[in-house]
């Protein structure tokens, strides 16, 4: 059964770092591209960040673009995402996911709440 | 960057039809996808490549993607299909996923 789980959400203040993580099992994590996704309260979906199977490629959505840097780890079976200046909008809950074929996504986390707040 | 029209909401009674739109330039040249969210949980794929459904999906669910339009049909409406949907592209010009706005399907 595939799983992922996330964790290091908590409460920061603007202008903060946070990192999230993401352990995967169930599946071969070194062969899936992985995605996070956010979601603030009360609204829609929003991506975030696109990793490649082997690291090396990465893409941003432009608001956190120059702020945020995903990575991966294979030994560890392990999606991060590197939060710096963080802002008040940048509150929403995060969801770690994985890419399949045809870029959609089938497996998601629980996700992690990232509250921005002073 | 590539922007996903989807209407705000969607009202059905039980047993009914429910179609959901999602409008793009040219989406349907593009796979779209389509998840459904219900509170308190992660989103659940229902639609992939415009019209393939995972395996544990039941065949009420469709798609189809056309032109400028990409619809999510909902067949015989079920008081537990009441939720949030959305559909969902890679757009390729920007290297972004982008997902519409969302609907919330409400079942009368």
């Known amino acids: 059964e595939v799983q992922l789980v996330e964790s290091g959400g908590g409460l920061v203040q603007p202008g903060g770092s946070l990192r999230l993580s993401c352990a995967a099992s169930g599946f071969t994590f070194s062969h899936y591209e992985m995605n996070w996704v956010r979601q603030a309260p009360g609204k829609g979906l929003e991506w975030v960040s696109y990793?490649?199977?082997?690291?090396?490629?990465?893409y941003y959505a432009d608001s956190v673009k120059g702020r945020f840097t995903i990575s991966r780890d294979s030994a560890k079976n392990s999606l991060y995402l590197q939060m710096n200046s963080l802002r008040a909008e940048d509150t929403a809950l995060y969801y770690c996911v994985r890419g399949e074929s045809q870029g959609h996504f089938q497996h998601w986390g629980q996700g992690t709440l990232v509250t921005v707040s002073s | 960057s590539y922007v996903l029209t989807q209407p705000p909401s969607v009202s059905v009674a039980p047993g009914k039809t429910a179609r959901i739109t999602c409008g793009g330039n040219n989406i349907g040249g593009k796979p779209v996808h389509w998840y459904q969210q219900k509170p308190g949980q992660a989103p659940v794929l229902v639609i992939y490549?415009?019209?393939d459904r995972p395996s544990e999906i039941p065949e009420r669910f469709s798609g189809s993607n056309s032109e400028n339009t990409a619809t999510l049909t909902v067949s015989r409406v079920e008081a537990g299909d009441e939720a949030d949907y959305y559909c969902q592209v890679w757009d390729s010009s920007s290297d972004h996923v982008v997902f519409g706005g969302g609907t919330k399907l409400t079942v009368l």
């Open positions: 490549y415009d019209r």
């Open positions: 990793i490649n199977s082997n690291g090396i490629t990465k």
